[in-house]
């Protein structure tokens, strides 16, 4: 069975600050992948990164950056320099073949307020 | 433009009066997926498919149906909804394989409100 847990329900943080939304997750299997997605307040989901089992490295985009770490199968997600955009929710997800990678469990999410 | 399209955005109904959320992709897809979000629990997932005429339950089916006769639709049946379905519904699609490991992309939502 695969579970994602996103402790974090709710962060705030003031802008220029960094913070990291932290993803842990559960799985049986050897091949899975991972996803942060992004609820800003307009409410639609997007799409940020994926990350498959056998790739640890770690990514940066602009001011985002994901340290994925198999060892305590946790995969977060750091934003530099947060800006009052980056207020959203936040959700962590897994698929695994389990579900034949096709059931994909999402955390229950990060609300993220950067305040001016 | 590649979107997935819900409709309605918004419903307001009573118990029982049978309703249903309509889904449409043009981006090709073979796997569609419908979620709902509730507050405290995130997303979860209630039905997924696979391709044409192949649908299979996620996390939490119960009081819903879905159908898949063309490869644009998905939608999703609330024979006779219940305050408990009132909640937010995003449906989504991938491309590549069906198990494959492309992100989704996302409607814009659906939130209903069952009375």
């Known amino acids: 069975a695969q579970k994602v847990t996103q402790a974090q329900t709710e962060i705030s943080v003031v802008e220029k600050e960094d913070v990291t939304l932290d993803c842990v997750y559960e799985?049986?299997?050897?091949?899975?992948?991972l996803f942060w997605y992004k609820q800003p307040p307009s409410g639609e989901l997007v799409f940020l990164i994926r990350r498959n089992s056998f790739d640890e490295q770690n990514e940066i985009s602009g001011r985002y950056s994901w340290n994925f770490q198999k060892s305590t199968s946790s995969f977060n997600f750091t934003i530099t320099a947060s800006q009052v955009v980056d207020s959203a929710v936040y959700f962590c997800a897994l698929s695994d073949s389990s579900g034949g990678y096709q059931k994909v469990t999402f955390g229950i999410g990060t609300k993220l307020q950067v305040i001016p | 433009e590649a979107q997935v399209t819900q409709n309605p955005r918004y419903l307001i109904t009573v118990t029982g009066k049978k309703l249903t959320v309509t889904c449409s992709q043009n981006?090709?897809?073979?796997?569609m997926s419908w979620y709902r979000q509730d507050p405290g629990l995130g997303l979860r997932q209630i039905y997924y498919?696979?391709?044409?005429?192949?649908?299979d339950k996620g996390d939490v089916p119960e009081g819903y149906k879905v159908s898949r006769k063309e490869k644009r639709n998905f939608p999703l049946i609330l024979e006779s909804p219940s305050p408990n379905q009132t909640s937010l519904y995003f449906c989504?699609?991938?491309?590549?394989?069906?198990?494959?490991?492309?992100?989704?992309?996302f409607g814009d939502g659906t939130r209903l409100s069952i009375l």
């Open positions: 498919s696979m391709n044409v005429e192949v649908t």
């Open positions: 981006m090709n897809h073979e796997y």
């Open positions: 989504a699609s991938k491309g590549g394989k069906p198990s494959g490991n492309q992100p989704q992309h």
């Open positions: 799985t049986r299997d050897t091949t899975y992948y």
